[in-house]
């Protein structure tokens, strides 16, 4: 039988061994600009940014076999709410707080159960800048909403410091080509905190640095809700070519 106490030390290895595996995930940025909203990741293989629905999006750190699965849930419960409801029904909120929130945390404090090791970014796109939203779900099910911009990233203090560098670099609200460079520098940032944990205020050069030394490696992935479009579908990925310009002045 377990005490109490078994089930807290249970849910401590739990979350050590998820914090370990995510600590080496690419981050997400996402931004709100002008004319919609962006995640920005790098990726070595498979896709990294996601449609969910018509206005949400979705990206995520994390084992891939999860990150599927929670892509597949929020998809399915999305389509489900706009058929039963309607369309303006399938919010971020609900997707996220009602659909997926608890499956996460039953999974995770169920010593029997595999728990998902994942974090992850969902962007909802608004008809103007100051009502998009962002949510970001954790492995325990606990979210939170932001607004403006928000990032995921394979260690809190990671997130803590692109999050820094973010309202430092970004007012207003700014254009799809000022963001760009702005999240590029954050991302390097923040994953080059999550490798050095104990670093407290990783430069904006180390960051660019680490983001060049990669590109070898892999590619950046940068997907787009627009807000004002003549396309049917709001959702696309960004071409290559339209971000090689930015890479290039890295």
């Known amino acids: ?9 249970n849910l401590q ?17 996402g931004i709100s600009y002008d004319n919609g909203i962006m995640l ?13 629905y018509d206005r949400l999006m979705f990206s995520a750190i994390g084992n891939q076999a999860d990150v599927e699965n929670l892509r597949l849930a929020a998809i399915d419960f999305s389509h489900q709410e ?20 608890p499956a996460l945390k039953k999974a995770f404090g169920d010593p029997l159960t595999a728990p998902f090791v994942v974090r992850a970014l969902f962007a909802e796109l608004h008809d103007t800048p100051e009502h998009d939203l962002f949510y970001t779900l954790n492995y325990d099910g606990e979210f939170l909403p932001y607004e403006r911009f928000a990032v ?7 997130e803590e410091q692109a999050t820094r560098y973010l309202e430092a670099n970004l007012s207003g609200v ?5 963001s760009v460079p702005v999240a590029l520098t954050a991302w390097g940032i923040a994953y080059e905190a999550a490798q050095l944990e104990e670093a ?4 904006e050069e180390a960051g660019r640095r680490r983001l060049r030394e990669l590109l ?17 579908n709001r959702f696309r990925l960004v071409p290559h070519e339209q971000i090689e310009p930015f890479l290039q002045r890295l």
Do not use: C, W
């Not at 700014?174 to 000022?178: A, I, Q, V």
């Open 1 to 9: 039988m377990l005490t109490p106490y078994d089930f807290q030390e």
């Open 13 to 29: 290895q739990r979350a050590q061994y998820i914090r370990n595996r995510l600590r080496a995930g690419s981050p997400v940025i």
């Open 40 to 52: 920005l990741s790098f990726k070595r293989r498979g896709r990294k940014v996601f449609e969910i």
């Open 82 to 101: 706009g058929f039963v409801r309607s369309p303006d029904d399938v919010t971020i909120q609900r997707v996220v707080g009602f659909a997926l929130s």
């Open 152 to 158: 995921i990233g394979g260690t809190a203090n990671a």
């Open 174 to 178: 700014p254009t799809f080509e000022s």
């Open 200 to 203: 407290d205020g990783v430069s």
């Open 216 to 232: 070898a490696e892999g590619q950046l992935e940068v997907g787009i809700l627009e807000r004002h479009t003549l396309r049917e």
